[in-house]
T-cell receptor, first 116, second 115 residues
């Protein structure tokens, strides 16, 4: 069975601090896809990144970076120099080809609060 | 990315009534997906809506409770039938990006409160 665990329920940081959101996934499939989404207070889910299981390269996009390590089944997300606008719930998700195409297995989310 | 509009954005409903949520996409898509997010919880796929065929429901969800229509390639509706307070959730419509197992793009959701 597939599963995504985001052990951190809530994190609170002060602006300009770096913060890492953890994501651990479980699947027996060798081909799978990992995602991160941001859900600000407005409620809309904003897509941040998609990574397939064959691409272990870390990625950086501005203040965001992702560390994918198959050896530990982790896909962690780091925000550098956090800002108040980063305050949101962040979801990690997993999909596998055997499942429905639109069936993402979401973690329970990590609520990030960035205080000025 | 697709632009997805949902109506209503929020509603307060009485127990036992039904409510239909509309989802409009700005481009033609083969599949549309309906998700539920219960308060403080994660997202769960309810069903996949295909144009011209019956929707495909995930385990734990049935057509009688969540009937879905998909009359064309840009529009879908989800009805929450015979509502109870347990149905209080955010219901989100989504479509897939390019390629199989691509990223999903979501609407802003419809926040339903059932009294």
């Amino acid at each position: 069975a597939q599963k995504v665990t985001q052990a951190q329920t809530e994190i609170s940081v002060v602006e300009k601090e770096d913060v890492t959101l953890d994501c651990v996934y479980e699947t027996r499939d060798t081909t799978y896809y990992l995602f991160w989404y941001k859900q600000p207070p407005s409620g809309e889910l904003v897509f941040l990144i998609r990574r397939n299981s064959f691409d272990e390269q870390n990625e950086i996009s501005g203040r965001y970076s992702w560390n994918f390590q198959k050896s530990t089944s982790s896909f962690n997300f780091t925000i550098t120099a956090s800002q108040v606008v980063d305050s949101a719930v962040y979801f990690c998700a997993l999909s596998v080809p055997e499942g429905s195409q639109g069936n993402l297995i979401f973690g329970k989310g990590t609520k990030l609060s960035v205080k000025p | 990315s697709a632009v997805i509009s949902q109506k209503p954005s929020r509603d307060i409903c009485q127990r036992g009534t039904s409510l239909t949520i509309q989802c409009q996409v700005d481009s033609q898509v083969t599949m549309m997906f309906w998700y539920r997010q219960q308060p403080g919880q994660s997202l769960t796929l309810i069903a996949t809506a295909n144009q011209g065929s019956e929707a495909t429901y995930e385990s734990g969800f049935v057509i009688d409770k969540f009937p879905i229509s998909r009359p064309n390639l840009t529009f879908s509706t989800l009805t929450v039938s015979n509502m109870s307070p347990e149905d209080s959730s955010i219901y989100l419509c989504s479509v897939q990006g390019r390629g199989a197992y691509g990223e999903l793009f979501f609407g802003e959701g419809s926040r339903l409160t059932v009294l």
